[in-house]
């Protein structure tokens, strides 16, 4: 039973990480860039920009694998209707934190 359970979670895991792997990485490494330039006086296009970047698959939602930086570390807190996804308006709670 124990093979068994692991088993899954191996599986689990490896399907999790295709995800990471159909990733643009350059995508990825100009949303860190963008996310690192923030301030709070950013303007809401920037964050729309950034928004763009970080919505790998373009369902409009920036699920937290597809969220790096400070964006993934305060997933939880951008996500007020706790959906698991973050919209437009929720991604420019960050500009709030970075205060």
């Known amino acids: 039973m124990k093979k068994v ?3 899954f979670i191996l599986i689990a895991a490896l399907a999790s ?3 990471v792997k159909n990733m643009d990485t350059s995508k990825v490494s100009d949303a860190a860039s963008m996310l690192a330039s923030l301030s ?3 303007t809401v296009q ?3 920009s950034l ?3 970080l ?3 373009n369902d409009n939602s920036v699920s937290s694998t597809e969220a790096v930086g400070s964006v993934a570390e305060n997933f939880d807190t951008l996500d007020t209707n706790n959906n698991a996804g973050l919209d437009l308006s929720e991604l420019q709670g960050i500009l709030a934190l970075l205060k």
């Open 17 to 19: 990480c295709n995800s």
């Open 51 to 53: 928004f763009k970047l």
């Open 40 to 42: 709070p006086n950013s």
């Open 55 to 57: 919505d790998a698959n």
């Open 5 to 7: 359970v692991a088993a």
């Open 46 to 48: 920037q964050v729309a």
